[in-house]
Nanobody, 125 residues
């Protein structure tokens, strides 16, 4: 089992920045690819960024490319999502997830086995 706990969400204004963190415990962190998803009210949970075990492969959804950066610190068992130039449409609950195909940046919901509880990000205009 892998336990994931997100933190760093909050209420910000458009144009601001936030950094989300996801702390993992349980099994060896670097055996997992990690991803960040988000779900807005009434919408599906979508992938926004993912990273392979060593950071060598990353993926970004078009909606966040150039604004968000995913990174990981395997020594701290933590994955991060740096979010810059936030927009009201970024408002959502953000979830981190872990998948066992660790050598790639996983992009599909079904590739992920473990999920955190989510952290709310609200961007006001």
């Amino acid at each position: 089992q892998v336990q994931l706990v997100e933190s760093g969400g909050g209420l910000v204004q458009a144009g601001d920045s936030l950094r989300l963190s996801c702390a993992a415990s349980g099994r060896t962190f670097n055996n997992y690819a990690m991803g960040w998803f988000r779900q807005a009210p009434g919408k599906e949970r979508d992938i926004i960024a993912s990273i392979s075990w060593n950071g060598g492969n990353t993926f970004y959804a078009d909606s966040v490319k150039g604004r968000f950066t995913i990174s990981r610190d395997n020594a701290k068992n933590t994955v991060y999502l740096q979010m810059n130039s936030l927009k009201p449409e970024d408002t959502a609950v953000y979830y981190c997830a872990a998948g066992s195909r660790f050598w790639v940046a996983l992009t599909q919901h079904q590739d992920y086995t473990y999920w955190g509880q989510g952290t709310q990000v609200t961007v006001s205009s």
